[in-house]
C-alpha cells in the first residue's frame, strides 16, 4: 500500500534516465477515487502534470515512460495554492 502523501517531493525521471521534475500533487478522480495524474505544479491558471498511465515504477523515484507528455490541464477553483 502507498500513502499518497509519501509521493510528494519525489523526483520523476523517465526511462532514459532523464529527469522529469518532482511531484508537487496527486491528482485524483473525484468520481472513482482514482489516481488520474501526477501534478508537477503551475503554468499560470493551469497545472502541469503527468498522466498516471505513464508511471512504470515508484519507489525512492518515479519512473515514467520515455516521451510522456506533460499536459496542462485546468486548474480548478479548489485546488489548493503552492
Do not use: C, H
Amino acid at each position: 500500500m502507498l500513502r499518497l502523501s509519501k509521493l510528494q517531493g519525489l523526483r520523476i525521471y523517465n526511462d532514459r534516465a532523464k529527469y522529469v521534475g518532482s511531484v508537487w500533487d496527486v491528482l485524483l478522480n473525484d468520481e472513482e477515487g482514482r489516481v488520474v495524474g501526477l501534478a508537477l505544479g503551475k503554468k499560470g491558471s493551469a497545472i502541469l502534470s503527468l498522466p498516471f498511465s505513464q508511471v512504470l515504477a515508484i519507489g525512492d523515484i518515479v519512473l515514467a515512460r520515455s516521451g510522456s507528455a506533460v499536459k496542462e490541464t485546468p486548474k480548478s477553483p479548489e485546488s489548493p495554492a503552492p
